[in-house]
């Protein structure tokens, strides 16, 4: 299974990005998704999660209201569009598969998922 997240740039702030994961390989549609993000000398935290359904979401508190996540299972893919960026927002964001979701949940711990994708990187200026 494979991750290519894309998507991420340079944008000033209050700007909009909308990244994109696509998944190839394995059953994209029974896999719970997140985006995780992780500045310079940070550790890597969730930002966003939706469950296997699409029926579950999660945010952090730090993007609830200005990030939103979803996900088209005909393209096997996951997005996270964020609006009213801050320059706090910058960071490597990292898109990752949950391939044995318990139940109908959006996962927030790293250690939950089993794929994780390359990292897109997302500057934001003030």
């Known amino acids: 299974v494979q991750l290519q997240a894309s998507g991420g740039g340079l944008v000033q702030a209050r700007g909009s990005l909308r990244l994109s994961c696509a998944v190839i390989?394995?059953?994209?549609?029974?896999?719970?998704m997140g985006w995780f993000r992780q500045a310079p000398g940070k550790e890597r935290v969730a930002v966003a999660a939706i469950s296997w359904t699409g029926a579950n979401t999660y945010f952090a508190d730090s993007v609830k209201g200005r990030f939103t996540i979803s996900r088209d299972n005909t393209k096997k893919s996951v997005y996270l569009d964020m609006n009213n960026l801050k320059p706090e927002d910058s960071a490597v964001y990292y898109c990752?598969?949950?391939?044995?979701?318990?139940?109908?949940?959006?996962?927030?711990?790293?250690?939950?998922?089993?794929?994780w994708g390359q990292g897109t990187q997302v500057t934001v200026s003030s």
């Open positions: 990752a598969a949950d391939r044995h979701p318990l139940g109908d949940y959006a996962r927030s711990q790293t250690y939950d998922y089993n794929y």
């Open positions: 390989g394995g059953t994209f549609s029974s896999y719970g």
